[in-house]
């Protein structure tokens, strides 16, 4: 999602590529490609797909939007989506096992094709391992890093409301307790207002209506999903 407020470097990242970039470390220390939980990038590229009509909510189920998707994560997303009938009780198979880490991968290969990081090998036992899946990243625009994170703290810290792309970021991390992670000036300050912004203040109405109507809904059933899965496989 494009904002003025991004770095010229980073403003064609879609949603789930921002969510992976933003997390990252503001050193610049080497990322892990286990970082972020699948299930906070599925629903990241669904909020653009629905914001973008590629996906429409259809109340039990998803179904195909008028628009289709050019990019090919997004595309990728919604095909897995809607080609397992995309009803809303069946998202598990999206955010777990191989289409999850799936996610994953693609999504941080994006980062390295942009030429945003670039895959780091891995010492094991002192010898250097190839970079494979769970191989490090590390960030090569570090001062488009720390400028796209600072736009976030800012909104984070109430400095500026935040426009429509940083909002639906907003989200994202508030549903996905990764508020912290932006290092705020005031944690808890900041994490109430996160809550704020995924209630649909500090925003415009039009903004304020899509994550009351879309947003919120969506990203917290598919992490819904996520935690339901991961329950039922803890007590088998």
Do not use: C, N
């Amino acid at each position: 999602m494009r904002s003025e407020r991004w770095s010229s470097r980073t403003a064609d990242l879609t949603l789930p590529e921002r969510v992976a970039w933003v997390l990252g470390d503001d050193e610049a220390r080497p990322l892990s490609t286990l970082t972020e939980p699948a299930g906070l990038l599925v629903a990241a590229a669904m909020v653009e797909l629905l914001l973008d009509a590629s996906l429409l909510d259809a109340g039990a189920a998803y179904r195909r939007g008028p628009v289709e998707p050019t990019d090919p994560l997004l595309a990728w997303v919604a095909d897995g989506l809607l080609g397992h009938g995309g009803a809303k009780s069946d998202l598990q198979h999206a955010v777990t096992g191989q289409r999850g880490a799936q996610m994953i991968r693609r999504t941080m290969d994006r980062l390295v094709e942009r030429g945003l990081a670039a895959r780091e090998p891995r010492r094991v036992f002192g010898y250097v391992a190839m970079p494979v899946f769970g191989s490090a990243l590390r960030v090569h625009e570090v001062d488009a890093l720390h400028h796209d994170r600072a736009a976030v703290r800012a909104a984070l810290d109430g400095e500026e409301d935040p426009d429509e792309a940083v909002a639906m970021l907003i989200v994202l991390l508030h549903f996905g307790r990764r508020v912290r992670s932006l290092s705020p000036v005031d944690v808890t300050g900041s994490t109430r207002r996160a809550r704020a912004v995924a209630d649909g203040r500090h925003v415009s109405l039009g903004v304020a209506q899509d994550i009351r109507r879309l947003v919120s809904p969506t990203v917290g059933a598919v992490l819904a999903a996520l935690t339901a899965t991961t329950v039922i496989s803890s007590e088998r």
